[in-house]
């Protein structure tokens, strides 16, 4: 169901090993590869998992393990037809407990989604986070994530991403002009604490992805959203315009970076790290580079310095 | 199975399974002779099969399985009287926890709000075991998923040491300062504020309790042995927000905005705009005067003279930075404590 798959530790495979009984005995005869799905891990791993469940259980009173007292699987079915059938299960036959730390993850992840327009309508966040705690073998860990306010234009995305209708709207780029698109939504997602939308835009023929904070007059049709095959993205486009420089900056800032340094050729010494990076444009440069205070510096092209040291030169003139 | 090829998982589910079938305990000696994994090696290192068992019973506990133990005095872990098993009603899910499909949307929704990190493996584990309960769900529309990037290094560590209500150090720059300064903490909540992560926590050193920015925090966290009473956690979430919504309440930036800039398609959600003159609450005013600098011509900071200042000095050393020739690299930046 998760499409992704995680690396355990020997925690994760005993937790996974103790649901999975459970799962089985509530869904009967499984594929390996539907049950290493719906666990999002390696098919091989879920094999594993359950030839060891399949030769586990509980000491007899002479601590021998006896027949009666152990697992059993059709072993056939798993080795000729990769399939799980759980013939008997011992001691347990319900899930463990969440973990203060589990509780708390979902718990967290609901604050942030009860921001989410239509999402917390009939209170519903609320008797879950009691259900969660309430599930706990411990009190939840104090973690929580503080969201703002929905403003009109978030809703009204948010309806059109549900209904799936065709947006019309102003969209201002960066240093470019205002064109009007058409866009086939979706999904809309938030990165720190900006909302993006991505959609298929018929201006372009292409999928891009749109700031919200750069959307003005929108309008919502009552044209069906087409379909389009999905495209990988991120927030940065590449496109003939990238420019090439040369950046030095403090260590520390690393993680702040993120996306700049993807694929970027990185040497550290002494605390101060130097890449090469693609930027789209230096007008996006510049603004990185008066942001981080000093911390990074652009060391090349010459053009590139210029234009930082004009853009602050320029905030510092209205000062005078 | 030979005992080489048994993996620390396979013996501890036949622990977990041994102990939850035994309504009475079983003591270490029962333990050591009969549950599967232990049972082959008995004849070998009798320490290093107990230290095998005691690093279990720990990793158990650390999943969340609680271990009971019966009729122990005085050290309750290492008396050899001891009986241990699993209580399955403190086991298992309890019975009357259900959930309607429309809750394990919901539920999705929330868990995907972790895109990395430990969390994201914490939600997952979390949705297997509602899934076990058997409830079939179609995978939900994600029309609208907000994120939460985890890119501070210090939070796992900040994280584990809230759960397990244990004492932190670490090297903290407060901006202006020339160093950073060790801080001892007791980390009560941990709460994500306008993008970025907070610690909220009782400061040694101050006797009081004061929020940290987590972005601040130079270096590793130190995870001491002392323990904090757990009850201290209590609403410290609530009480770290409340601190914050009230810190921006108090304070406000007077920024003059050119009209239909980027500053005023940034910034212009955020507050009231009067007059091209726009009043914006903030928290911090050093993260505020980053993002102002980056704006360049397109604000004019009045108010407060701290803010001003800052987005001049910044500005500034952008400029210095910048101007002729590149210098070697190492040498270009300045050194974090002295910069901010």
Redesign the interface.
């Known amino acids: 169901?998760?499409g992704r798959q995680?690396p355990l530790l020997?925690?994760?495979?005993?937790?996974?090993?103790?649901?999975?009984v459970?799962?089985l005995i509530?869904?009967g005869p499984v594929s390996v590869a539907d049950a290493a799905a719906?666990?999002?891990v390696a098919p091989a791993e879920m094999r594993r998992g359950i030839k060891?469940?399949a030769?586990?259980?509980?000491?007899g009173d002479g601590?021998?393990?006896l027949h009666n007292d152990l697992f059993d699987i059709d072993w056939d079915a798993l080795e000729e037809r990769d399939e799980i059938v759980l013939l008997t299960h011992?001691?347990?036959?319900?899930?463990?407990?969440?973990?203060?730390?589990?509780?708390s993850?979902?718990?967290?992840?609901?604050m942030?989604?009860s921001?989410?327009?239509?999402?917390n309508e009939r209170g519903?966040?609320a008797s879950?986070v009691q259900?969660?705690a309430?599930?706990?073998?411990?009190?939840p860990?104090?973690?929580?994530?503080?969201?703002?306010q929905v403003?009109a234009l978030q809703a009204r995305i948010?309806d059109a991403?549900?209904s799936g209708v065709q947006l019309r709207f102003d969209y201002?780029p960066?240093?470019g002009p205002v064109e009007r698109r058409t866009v086939d939504?979706v999904?809309?997602?938030?990165?720190?604490?900006s909302w993006y939308l991505r959609g298929w835009c018929h201006t372009r023929r292409a999928e891009r992805t749109f700031l919200f904070?750069?959307i003005t007059d929108l309008e919502v049709t009552e044209i069906p959203a087409a379909v389009h095959e999905p495209s990988e993205g991120g927030l940065f486009e590449p496109s003939g315009d990238d420019v090439t420089v040369t950046v030095?900056?403090?260590q520390?800032l690393t993680?702040?970076l993120?996306a700049y340094l993807d694929g970027a050729k990185v040497s550290t010494?002494?605390g101060?790290s130097?890449a090469v990076v693609r930027v789209a444009h230096l007008h996006s440069l510049?603004?990185?580079?008066?942001?981080?205070?000093?911390?990074?510096?652009?060391?090349?092209p010459?053009e590139a310095?210029?234009v930082?040291?004009e853009?602050?030169?320029?905030?510092?003139?209205?000062?005078d | 199975?030979s005992a080489a090829s048994v993996?620390?998982?396979?013996r501890?589910?036949?622990l977990?399974?041994?102990l939850?079938?035994t309504p009475n305990g079983l003591s270490k000696e029962?333990i050591l002779?009969?549950?599967?994994g232990y049972?082959e090696r008995a004849g070998g290192d009798r320490r290093a099969l107990e230290k095998m068992f005691e690093r279990d019973k720990q990793?158990?506990r650390?999943?969340?399985?609680?271990i009971l133990t019966l009729g122990a005095f005085d050290d309750p872990d290492n008396n050899q009287d001891s009986r241990y098993t699993i209580p399955k009603t403190?086991?298992?899910?309890?019975?009357d926890?259900t959930?309607s499909p429309?809750?394990i949307a919901?539920?999705n929704?929330?868990?995907?709000?972790?895109s990395q990190g430990s969390?994201?493996?914490?939600?997952?584990?979390?949705?297997?075991?509602i899934?076990?309960?058997?409830i079939d769900v179609d995978?939900p529309?994600?029309?609208?998923?907000?994120?939460?990037?985890l890119?501070?290094?210090a939070f796992d560590a900040l994280?584990t040491a809230?759960?397990k209500a244990l004492l932190v150090r670490f090297a903290y720059l407060r901006p202006g300062d020339a160093a950073a300064a060790m801080r001892t903490v007791e980390p009560?909540?941990?709460?994500?504020?306008?993008?970025r992560w907070h610690l909220f926590g009782l400061d040694h050193d101050r006797g009081a309790e004061r929020t940290f920015l987590l972005?601040r925090i130079?270096g590793a966290v130190t995870i001491t042995d002392a323990q904090f009473p757990?009850v201290r956690?209590?609403?410290?979430?609530?009480r770290?927000?409340a601190a914050?919504d009230a810190l921006a309440a108090s304070q406000h930036a007077v920024v003059e905005v050119t009209p239909s800039s980027?500053a005023a398609?940034?910034l212009g959600?955020r507050g009231r705009i009067d007059d091209g003159v726009l009043h914006l609450p903030f928290v911090d005013a050093h993260v505020l005067a980053?993002?102002l600098?980056?704006?360049?011509?397109e604000?004019?900071v009045r108010e407060p003279a701290e803010l001003?200042e800052l987005?001049?000095a910044?500005?500034?050393?952008?400029?210095?930075?910048?101007?002729g020739?590149?210098?070697l690299?190492?040498a270009?930046?300045?050194?974090?404590g002295a910069?901010a």
């Open positions: 169901m998760t995680r020997a925690g994760d495979r005993l937790t996974l090993m103790l649901t999975l459970p799962y509530e869904k719906d666990f999002g060891v469940i030769v586990s259980g509980v000491p601590g021998l393990y011992v001691a347990i036959d319900r899930s463990p407990r969440f973990t203060s730390r589990e509780a993850a979902l718990i967290a992840g609901l942030a989604a921001g989410v327009p239509g999402v519903e966040v879950l259900k969660l309430h599930g706990a073998v411990e009190a860990a104090e973690l929580a994530i503080a969201v703002g403003d948010a991403v549900a201002r960066l240093d939504p999904r809309a997602f938030s990165s720190d604490t904070d750069r030095c900056f403090d520390t993680p702040l993120g010494a002494a101060v130097t510049k603004r990185l580079a008066a942001r981080m205070g000093g911390l990074l510096v652009v060391l090349d010459p310095r210029r930082v040291a853009w602050a030169a320029a905030g510092l003139a209205r000062y | 199975m993996r620390p998982e396979e501890q589910l036949n977990v399974l041994a939850v079938a029962q002779r009969s549950v599967q049972a990793d158990l650390e999943a969340g399985i609680p403190e086991y298992e899910l309890p019975d926890i959930f429309a809750e919901l539920l929704l929330a868990a995907a709000v972790w969390l994201s493996g914490a939600a997952q584990s979390a949705l297997m075991k899934r076990s309960l058997g995978e529309i994600l029309g609208f998923a907000p994120r939460v990037s890119r501070d290094p994280r809230n759960e009560h909540a941990l709460l994500e504020y306008e993008g972005s130079s757990p956690r209590d609403g410290a979430a609530a770290a927000r914050l980027e398609l940034r959600r980053d993002e600098a980056s704006f360049g011509p604000v004019l001003r987005v001049i910044q500005l500034t050393r952008v400029r210095d930075a910048h101007m020739p590149a210098p690299a190492p270009a930046v300045a050194a974090r910069a």
